[in-house]
């Protein structure tokens, strides 16, 4: 069950914020284990090297490339030297994505445009160069990763990423839609609060600092009592790109510890 055999799979966003297991990384960890041969990508070298590291200390193989996803030139090399060098691709895991606060009056428009080339354009720009080849031989399956902020409302001014990441979401829906008969599966994992080395960045952006703070607060938002962690959704995201979830495109796994069934 679960196993990715033969699978050449790239994961975007493979380093994390600062150590720790953020959700790319344990992605790329976890599809490395199920045997994929994983292609993890950062704009960050030397995070994507990190995640090298870890994996090797694992008993497995990360090959990594520095690309910029919201660059299309660097994205077209990305996919034609993944192909080039492994002849095919299986799996396309869009992870990369991040939240800057602010309403649209707070928010400058340097800033909008940059949420957006980040949490959505980017995932176009790999799917526009992956779903060819995919299409071409026959089938794949690409697993975005959204949030919570793309259907509610969770604590926060965070217009941009929230309407991204609702963009995100139904580009998801219609593009399964358009590739269905040529074998393609488009699915997305929601994740709601989850415990990653990300929160730091959050306590800085939207807490004054407050690490504890941010913390237990998002502790408290959730049914379940609790964040989850980069392995929840990185479980979900295996068992989207994986075989047994050959019938299932165009939908959403929300990971969220029951938030969003809290808050309808
Ligand atoms: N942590 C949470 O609570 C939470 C909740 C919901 C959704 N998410 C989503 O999970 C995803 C990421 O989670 P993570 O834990 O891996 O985050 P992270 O910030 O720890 O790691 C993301 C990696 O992406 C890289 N990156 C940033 N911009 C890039 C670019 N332009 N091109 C290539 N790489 C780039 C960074 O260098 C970093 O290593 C995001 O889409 C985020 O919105 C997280």
């Given at each position: 069950m679960l196993r990715l055999d033969g699978k050449i799979a790239i994961v975007t966003g493979c380093g994390s914020y600062a150590p720790g297991w953020g959700n790319g990384k344990a992605i790329a960890a976890l599809f490395a284990r199920q045997g994929a041969t994983v292609l993890g990508v950062d704009i960050d070298a030397g995070a994507a090297e990190e995640t090298r590291r870890i994996v090797e200390q694992e008993g497995n193989t990360l090959h990594i490339a520095a690309c910029d996803v919201t660059d299309s030139a660097q994205v077209d090399a990305l996919v034609a030297g993944c192909v080039a060098r492994f002849?095919?691709?299986?799996i396309l895991v869009n992870n990369v994505g991040r939240s800057e606060p602010g309403t649209p009056v707070s928010m400058d428009a340097e800033t909008w445009r940059q949420q957006l080339d980040l949490n959505l354009t980017s995932a176009y720009l790999t799917s526009k160069a992956a779903l060819p080849v995919m299409a071409g031989q026959g089938g794949g399956a690409v697993v975005n990763i959204s949030s919570v902020a793309g259907m509610r409302w969770v604590g926060k001014d965070q217009v941009a990423y929230a309407a991204a990441k609702a963009g995100l979401i139904q580009f998801n829906k219609v593009t399964a839609v358009a590739f269905a008969r040529q074998g393609v599966r488009l699915n997305c994992v929601v994740p709601g609060l989850m415990l990653t080395p990300l929160v730091q960045r959050l306590a800085e952006r939207y807490g004054a600092g407050d690490y504890e703070a941010m913390v237990a607060m998002r502790h408290a938002q959730v049914p379940m009592g609790r964040m989850g962690d980069a392995w929840d959704v990185a479980h979900a995201a295996l068992f989207l790109a994986s075989?047994?979830?050959?019938?299932?495109?165009?939908t959403e796994i929300v990971v969220d510890g029951g938030l969003t069934a809290s808050t309808g």
């Open positions: 002849g095919r691709l299986d075989d047994e979830a050959r019938y299932i495109t165009g």
